[in-house]
């Protein structure tokens, strides 16, 4: 992910929340009016990576039944427009002046769409944008770029009455095809797995036509999906529930649908927390998810967690608010409103730089995050403060972020507040790590610990770092400034950096002209 530097921002580049085009959009709401689901949620801050200010859902089911009655479902309907009432209110509420609500599938194939369009207008004031499936496509796609700028490969989104896939690769969307794959659908297709497996590779045959996908990442949207996934946490024993990036290999997730096929939903539902409405979709999308996987010979299916509702909001921002790291721009955020010293952060990175001379551009990046985040949670309990940070850090709404990429930074900033992660509550995800990972998380910590009390102004006109690694040798450079603030505090915890770094230690004095 490049960014655009300047003189005065280093690395981290000049910060956007208070450029106009950025500052539109802090508070967005929207509204996807599905199949299955109709939820509103409003994005808040002007951060490139979302913030959920508000979100909720409600399961109308307006979709169901669709294919044989050509209608929405009457009980649905009702629900739904209840539901966008409400909405409409909480917006007015929430000082937001306009709601974007989007209808797909159900709303554009039932003869009664365009009479529901025009109820809830006149009800409450909202116009539905009906959006065909190529439109439903991109925007998906697009949702997945907020979360993952990087994406190369298929994007998936099923909702109830159709599935859109779509080619992204180099920040953009490519080809796209809608399909009437949806559960609700093939509810009303065959009665047998066999003849619905059938159906499936016809379409996707011709879908595998036009996208020419083979081998590539297919990225999971929508909640289906997401079920199936979390299912497979739980059959794998997966320490982290975080949906967001999680990372499956076909024979992997295949056995999951082998698993999910012979056992008890109702058991499954309790088990996850999945609701009865929902579930009772999974057993189909299942049935597609395999057919997926043998007619696109996928390298890897992740998921996403962001798909049209994210895709709008990113349909808004200006294009240098894209170009940004997701990662950084939450932790800058993070940090501009819950640190002590907004900003220090950027200087503590500079400070510890030295430490990591070989370190790839992802592992700065997750460098530069801690470093930001690193004084995030000051506020909570002194004895709790350790795991807050792993907590916030491992469960936080965050794209741009590895399951192992978590874990890492919230084993780094847990070793900012405490030597040792010995007996700790979090120790399952540790195995997320690697030996030599664990090790760099830890002397990240302590190195965050160590320049955070050395100086809480700026480390660099307190001294300077010299590591010489082959060698195993760790120098600090005094200033006059930093000869006054080098107490015991700060010396012990030097040493503790050192010891992890398995260092011999001097001190030696800077010459203040080079500060």
Not at 77 to 96: C, D, N, P, Q, T
Not at 108 to 131: C, H, M, N, S, Y
Not at 295 to 315: H, T, V
Request: charge should be neutral.
């Amino acid at each position: 992910m490049t960014e655009d530097h300047d003189d005065d921002h280093g690395p981290f580049g000049r910060p956007l929340f208070d450029d106009p085009s950025a500052r539109a959009l802090s508070r967005v709401g929207v509204v996807d009016v599905g199949s299955n689901s109709v939820r509103m949620v409003v994005f808040d801050g002007a951060a490139r990576a979302p913030a959920y200010f508000y979100n909720e859902k409600l399961m109308c089911g307006l979709g169901k039944g669709l294919a044989e009655t050509g209608r929405l479902n009457p009980e649905g309907r009702r629900r739904a427009l209840v539901a966008l009432k409400r909405f409409s209110l909480l917006a007015k509420g929430m000082g937001i002046d306009t709601l974007t609500v989007v209808g797909t599938a159900a709303a554009r194939e039932a003869a009664d769409g365009p009479a529901f369009q025009a109820e809830v207008l006149e009800q409450t004031g909202l116009k539905i944008w009906v959006v065909d499936g190529d439109e439903e496509a991109r925007l998906s796609a697009q949702g997945v770029l907020v979360g993952w700028p990087d994406a190369k490969g298929i994007v998936c989104d099923i909702g109830g009455n159709s599935m859109e896939l779509a080619r992204i690769g180099n920040g953009t969307v490519g080809q796209r095809v809608s399909t009437p794959l949806g559960p609700f659908r093939l509810q009303q297709v065959a009665d047998t797995p066999k003849k619905r497996a059938a159906h499936i590779d016809r379409i996707l045959k011709d879908c595998q036509a036009q996208l020419g996908s083979e081998g590539e990442r297919i990225y999971l949207v929508g909640g289906s999906w997401r079920v199936i996934a979390r299912l497979d946490m739980e059959r794998r024993n997966y320490p982290l529930t975080v949906l967001h990036e999680y990372r499956m290999q076909p024979k992997d997730l295949l056995e999951t649908l082998d698993w999910i096929a012979a056992s008890d939903l109702a058991a499954l539902r309790s088990k996850t927390g999945t609701s009865s409405e929902r579930m009772e979709l999974v057993p189909l999308a299942c049935e597609v998810l395999r057919e997926l996987i043998k007619m696109l010979k996928p390298s890897e299916i992740d998921i996403s967690a962001f798909g049209i509702r994210e895709g709008l909001l990113y349909e808004q921002m200006p294009e240098k608010l894209r170009a940004r790291d997701p990662l950084i721009e939450a932790a800058r955020m993070a940090e501009k409103i819950s640190s002590r010293i907004p900003g220090f952060g950027k200087k503590l990175y500079e400070f510890l730089l030295p430490l990591f001379p070989e370190a790839s551009a992802e592992r700065l990046r997750l460098i530069k995050a801690a470093c930001l985040l690193h004084d995030t949670t000051w506020r909570a309990h002194p004895d709790y403060r350790a795991e807050a940070c792993f907590d916030n850090a491992t469960r936080a709404n965050l794209g741009g972020l590895d399951h192992p990429g978590r874990v890492f930074l919230g084993l780094a900033l847990l070793h900012r507040y405490k030597n040792s992660r010995a007996g700790s509550r979090m120790e399952p995800l540790f195995r997320l790590l690697n030996e030599e990972e664990l090790l760099d998380a830890e002397i990240l910590g302590k190195a965050m610990r160590f320049g955070a009390t050395f100086s809480v102004g700026d480390p660099q006109r307190a001294g300077r770092l010299v590591w010489q690694p082959k060698k195993r040798q760790l120098d600090l450079e005094l200033t006059e400034e930093g000869r006054g603030l080098y107490g015991e505090v700060v010396e012990a915890r030097f040493a503790a950096l050192a010891q992890v770094l398995k260092a011999q230690t001097s001190l030696g004095v800077m010459d203040d002209a080079a500060v």
